[in-house]
């Protein structure tokens, strides 16, 4: 929390701060402002909704503060930026974001509010460093509606590869030590992703639809009708990386494609068989220099950390728990969240490179560290200050409840 410590203004915010980010570190079934106030041993939630919501802090500024603190201690010069985006299941429609939309959480259309993240994926570990909210165009072109959930005025609508892009970019323009991207086909079949890629320039190995067109010096092809050309001695047998079973491996082959001459660079097609099924998947890669097959399959396998810091995020530190509508209210949430989940990355990390664990242990776990973590500073409240809490919940209970009969009577015809 040192770190961060600058971006209060005052002592009361800062601290208030601690206390939500030691809550989120805790063993809370449940996190929210309600849960983390309690935890923190305040008598109601407002002085975390007031962090939230009004007090002066920015938290793009702390977003920064975790992306140095990410990779002064996970620094790798063949890091891996993968973006993806997740979505969280909504109520209503007054939540910022939120629409009828598909979300890879619930694998198909409902209501809900995504965000795009950038994850740095290092050899030792992995966090997020970066987020951005997807604000669909039904909101964009309703400036009321952005009004009341505290959008910025003016702000643009932006598809999810050009979040991804921005994010990206950001991040490299802070010399943020990376060699490769990697995303799936939201941002593979993107050209103009692709393209700013290429400008920089940084590697890239994003996963495309078997749709895809590509250019070989033969004439321009769909990915999946490439598949029957390639000999059989194309193919190649490698690990996408250890999985918790052990390596994942597959069939892989390479197909240089052509890009304009303009552009110097070198262009691959990369094809993934599976082993059992047989089920293919494409990649476009692109590396400012010539690069072994395996390099580019050791990026393909990296993709998949981008979904175990989504689980860890959402499992261990809260990230998808709030319950804040506004715009301000959801960076601060999440850009704090992200901060536990780097605590817990990094400590990993650490604790995994300074002290091995013997033969018959597993190494220490994010989630192990959790939970020793919680044991070591979780505070212990008295009975006293649980029963004030249960009242304080059954009275604000009460309210919300004769709120809504009151409306509903008024309603009714």
Request: aromatic letters at 8%; charged letters at 25%; glycine letters at 6%.
């Amino acid at each position: 929390m040192g770190r961060i410590a600058g971006r209060f203004a005052r002592v009361e915010p800062r601290r208030r701060a601690a206390s939500l980010v030691l809550g989120l570190l805790s063993d809370l079934p449940r996190k929210n402002c309600w849960t983390l106030a309690e935890h923190a041993g305040d008598a109601t939630p407002d002085g975390m909704q007031h962090l939230l919501h009004r007090a002066k802090w920015d938290a793009d500024a702390v977003r920064d503060d975790v992306r140095a603190y990410v990779v002064e201690h996970l620094r790798d010069d063949e890091a891996v930026l993968v973006v993806d985006e997740t979505g969280d299941l909504k109520k209503g429609t007054a939540t910022v974001g939120v629409q009828r939309q598909y979300t890879g959480t619930a694998g198909r259309i409902e209501n809900a509010q995504v965000a795009v993240y950038l994850v740095y994926s290092a050899t030792h570990g992995h966090a997020a460093i970066d987020r951005a909210l997807y604000v669909p165009r039904s909101w964009i072109d309703d400036p009321h509606r952005c009004r009341a959930a505290g959008i910025p005025d003016g702000l643009a609508f932006a598809t999810k590869p050009q979040l991804a892009a921005t994010m990206i970019l950001r991040a490299l323009d802070a010399r943020t030590p990376a060699r490769w991207v990697a995303g799936d086909e939201v941002y593979g079949d993107n050209p103009h992703l692709r393209s700013a890629l290429e400008a920089r320039p940084i590697g890239y190995v994003l996963a495309v639809s078997s749709t895809h067109q590509v250019a070989t010096r033969a004439g321009r092809f769909q990915a999946k009708a490439l598949v029957a050309r390639m000999p059989k001695r194309a193919w190649q047998r490698l690990s996408a990386g250890a999985g918790a079973k052990g390596e994942r491996y597959y069939d892989w082959a390479q197909l240089d494609i052509t890009e304009p001459k303009e552009r110097p660079g070198h262009w691959w097609l990369l094809i993934r068989r599976n082993r059992r099924t047989g089920e293919l998947a494409f990649y476009r890669c692109f590396s400012p220099r010539p690069v072994p097959l395996s390099a580019l399959v050791r990026v393909a396998g990296r993709r998949w950390t981008v979904e175990e810091t989504f689980q860890a995020s959402k499992g261990l530190t809260g990230l998808d728990e709030h319950q804040v509508r506004r715009w301000t209210s959801w960076h601060r949430w999440v850009t704090l969240t992200m901060l536990a989940h780097a605590f817990l990355a990094v400590t990993t990390a650490t604790e995994r490179r300074d002290r091995p664990a013997p033969d018959e242990l597993i190494p220490l776990t994010a989630n192990e560290i959790k939970h020793l973590f919680a044991a070591l500073v979780s505070p212990v409240q008295s009975l006293g200050h649980r029963l004030r809490w249960s009242q304080w919940r059954r009275r604000h209970q009460a309210r919300a409840r004769a709120s809504h009969y009151q409306r509903r009577t008024t309603d009714r015809p």
